[in-house]
């Protein structure tokens, strides 16, 4: 089974409608061999907020080194975002191994009627995929109420209620204390249920739970709750992160949240009040260090997201009247001349309540996202006429609609786009979309690059001979995608679609197929369509390089390939570690690698080779700082590779000039230190630092999963200020893949283009040289070979030990590539 075949399956199930009960999904996961047994399980029920405490709970027990699954809904651009173990979410392959285990038993369900759902069978694939990965903690975010929620097929160890409005009446019942007695249902049977309620919820969830933990700010005793027993202190915003204090009756909790808002900071306080619930139910020290860090890690997409501040711009999953309150109260502490709103929601919304949030728009673009249940943007114009003052326009599209916004915002405005989640993944890509360029020369070559995207095979097989030219893989809604199709048709190039069966709801893969001069024409012809293909025709020419200007950034690997030398102050370092410990020594090497080329070099002070022991930041900071300060008037760029946010700002101050962070980010005060210092930071792929030797990671490709993981980490750079020609991404070869993992990453290094940042490559006598018999550690030769091909690929920046070596290497590649324009 090929896996749109598997997903085809899956989507399918979208036509029975959600249903109350348990029966079915407890009968699809018993067939199954009941996978939820095995884990603890933290359930999270809520109107509102119950994705981002999810996210937070989960984000802090993974810093304590538990191994974590979560369960959310719904996606933003893949279904499989839904399943994710320790972050990443599950494998295309998990996919196929579900359905074909589970589509004997939901077909015979089928034939008598009743088949499991699209959630329930979700759920199943959950708990079926936490079970295979074997993970301590499962933490679920409940779909809809609690008593009969697909998720309450287990006995939780934790739960918590985030808040109660009215939504899903017709389900939950017509009343804020039915649909909390329903949402009450998820409490634990053996520890008090945690909430952020107040007032009339929570008395109906008191009566339904018993003994209840509450969460809040202290306002709420006035109305005679009494005083929270988990106290919050949102300490306001503070650039793109909120203050936040928690103080529980033994433990406290002081961090910045990257989810801005006051209703975010309650969220972290249920989330700390089930970590710290968990760590008592499976025994592990669960440190206020790891909670800290844990929220201060916890991105949650689509959710008061920032993405630009000239003007603001702000993506927000807000979907009934209550979310849209909270956003409209966090969007107040932005400072913003008019507001611009592109409001998207489905029919199942209480559309004028939505409506009256929104007094404070000056301009809103209604449009209806690309979804079966997507509200008629006339619809909408109406309530938002009959409820603002604002200008209201309509567009049949998001990404049209966001266009108008963006273009009326003036510098100081700000643009919201908001009223569903549909409506914010829509929009998201104008930002998150990789355009990934492929290098097709051959037959095979093309008939695998079109099986990739997840077309059949006979239309593989029909295509492949149309490949051989200029070739882009991306994801499009499925009317776009049949746009392309025709129009590339009638231009003469070729356009192949994912064999994903018609789903308006999902994004789906696509390759297309041409010469330069028929991608310009394309493009010229998408100007100023609609179903945002007039935004797609600018991510094209940007992709494909048609019509941009020249970067007038003056970085090393502006001009061509630029050689990092690798200057580890470490003992342990696989290979130099302890030779250049002393300071001269140091400043001796570092002196000989310019004189033998360098453009940059690398000064560690921390090696991260499998099984390496972290050191302490002062230590790290002792080893580095003074080699920074001694390289001072070297006429050489100074990077510094240091996973930590204070070793990389002692640094900076030292006058180092780039930020090297094998973590990706993981500090989560790197991006900012970063941005603050306005300098390049390295970006690297890594599933943990340092790497577990014993870890058994799953690509599904490579190269593709790897792209999609450093889209989100470029994303939280350029967020906090910094432009994609100052975000390098370094793929992490040898981090966390094999081999032949290794080598695929060096052959393809160009498709790391569709990051639109520069790319490193840091191979040097690494151990995939052991796949082709050279001794790792000990493997000049081979690295020299490996650095020709990335410079050849592409690759911006070499990170090498050995600098005369690879700096000729560099030359003889860049002068084959374009002698003409090869200047030593």
């Known amino acids: ?44 029920a809520g109107s509102n907020g119950k994705g981002s405490t999810a996210r937070m709970v989960e984000r802090a027990l993974r810093e304590a080194g538990l191994d974590v699954g979560l369960y959310t ?27 074909e285990t589970a589509r004997e038993y939901i077909t015979g369900e089928g034939s008598a009627g009743d088949s499991p759902t699209f959630f329930e069978t979700l759920t199943a694939f959950a708990f079926w995929e936490f079970d295979r990965q074997d993970v301590d903690v499962a933490v679920l975010e409940v779909g809809i109420g609690g008593k009969y929620d697909a998720t309450s097929v287990v006995s939780p160890v934790a739960s918590a209620v985030t808040s109660v409005t009215l939504e899903h009446t017709h389900i939950l019942g017509d009343t804020v204390e039915e649909i909390a007695t329903d949402k009450a249902h998820v409490a634990p049977a053996d520890r008090p249920l945690v909430t952020g309620t107040t007032g009339d919820a929570l008395a109906a969830v ?30 306001g915003r503070e650039g793109l992160e909120a203050a936040v204090d928690i103080e529980g009756p033994d433990w406290a909790v002081d961090t910045h949240l990257p989810l801005l808002g006051e209703h975010q900071a309650h969220n972290a306080g249920i989330a700390a009040t089930l970590v710290g619930q968990v760590a008592d139910v499976v025994g592990t ?29 702000v993506l927000d999953g807000a979907h009934n009247p209550g979310g849209l309150e909270r956003t409209m109260e966090t969007l107040a502490d932005f400072e ?52 603002t003052d604002a200008e209201v326009e309509t567009r049949s599209d998001v990404a049209g609609a966001l266009g108008i916004a963006l273009e009326a915002a003036g510098p100081g405005d700000a643009v919201l786009v908001t009223g569903s989640l549909y409506a914010v993944r829509e929009a998201r890509t ?56 025709e129009e590339l048709l009638s231009l003469g190039g070729e356009c192949a679609v994912s064999g994903l069966n018609d789903q308006d709801e999902e994004r789906v893969d696509c390759v297309l197929m041409g010469t330069m001069a028929q991608f310009k024409r394309l493009a010229d012809k998408l100007d100023g369509q609609p179903y945002g293909l007039s935004t797609f025709s600018d991510e094209l020419r940007e992709a494909l390089d048609i019509q941009q200007p020249a970067s007038s950034a003056d970085y090393p690997w502006s001009d061509g390939t630029a050689v990092m030398g690798i200057l580890n102050i470490t003992p342990d370092s696989f290979h130099d570690g302890g030779e250049y410990n002393a300071i001269e020594d140091a400043v001796a090497r570092a002196e000989q690698m310019v004189a033998d080329g360098a453009d940059i070099l690398d000064i560690g002070g921390e090696s991260t080779r499998p099984g390496a022991d972290p050191v302490p930041v002062t230590e790290e900071i002792d080893r580095v700082v003074p080699v920074v300060e001694a390289l001072a008037d070297v006429d050489v760029a ?64 490579v ?80 690295t020299i070979a490996g650095t020709t091909i990335a410079t050849e690929r592409g690759a911006d920046v070499i990170r090498v030990h050995d600098v005369a070596e690879n700096v000729a290497a560099v030359n003889v590649a860049q002068a084959a590539r374009d002698p003409d324009g090869f200047d030593e």
Request: net charge negative; proline share 5%.
């Open 73 to 99: 809904s719904p996606h933003l651009d893949d279904v499989r975002e839904r399943i994710r173990v320790n972050g990443r979410k599950v494998p295309e392959a998990a996919v196929v191994e579900f359905v």
């Open 336 to 387: 913003y001349h008019d507001l611009h709103v592109v409001l998207g929601a489905m029919v199942d919304k209480d559309h004028a309540a939505i409506a009256t949030e929104l007094t404070a728009a000056d301009h809103v673009v209604a449009c209806r996202p690309n979804v079966d249940r997507g509200e008629s943007p006339d619809v909408l114009a109406e309530a938002l006429r009959g409820a």
């Open 1 to 44: 089974m090929e896996f749109h075949e598997a997903a085809n399956f899956l989507f399918e199930l979208r036509r029975f409608d959600s249903r109350a009960g348990t029966d079915a999904t407890r009968a699809l996961l018993s067939s199954l061999g009941d996978p939820q047994e095995g884990p603890s399980c933290v359930q999270i």
């Open 430 to 485: 104008r930002w998150a979309r990789a355009m990934i360029p492929k290098d097709v020369d051959s037959i095979p070559e093309a008939k695998a690059t079109i099986e990739a995207a997840h077309v059949t095979k006979a239309g593989a097989w029909r295509m492949r001979g149309k490949a051989v030219h200029r070739v882009l893989r991306t994801r499009v809604q499925p009317r776009q995608a049949q746009y392309l199709k």
């Open 703 to 782: 190269v593709g999963d790897i792209i999609d993981e450093l889209t989100e980490r470029v994303l939280l750079a350029e967020k906090a200020g910094l432009d994609r020609e100052q975000i390098l991404v370094d793929p992490g070869i040898g981090f966390g893949k094999s081999p032949a993992e290794s080598f695929e990453l060096l052959d393809r290094i160009d498709e790391f283009r569709a990051l639109g940042c520069p790319i490193l490559v840091g191979h040097s006598h690494k151990s995939l040289f052991g796949f082709v018999g050279e001794e790792p550690g000990d493997c000049l030769e081979a």
């Open 638 to 701: 100074i990077s510094v590779d240091t996973r930590k946010a204070e070793v990389a700002r002692a640094a900076l101050d030292a006058g180092a000039d780039i930020l090297n962070d094998v973590s990706g980010l993981e500090d989560p005060e790197m991006r900012l230190v970063a941005a603050e210092y306005d300098v390049p930071v390295v970006v690297m792929h890594s599933i943990n630092t340092p790497v577990d030797p014993d870890s058994d990671i799953h690509y599904d490709d």
């Open 206 to 235: 008191r009566e339904q739970a018993g003994d209840v933990i509450t969460v809040g700010d202290g306002s709420a005793g006035d109305s005679g709750d009494g005083d929270p027993d988990v106290r919050v202190s949102y300490g």
């Open 285 to 313: 020290d669960i440190s206020r260090t790891h909670v800290e860090r844990g929220l201060r890690n916890a991105h949650w997409p689509g959710r008061f997201e920032v993405m630009g501040e000239s003007p603001l711009v």
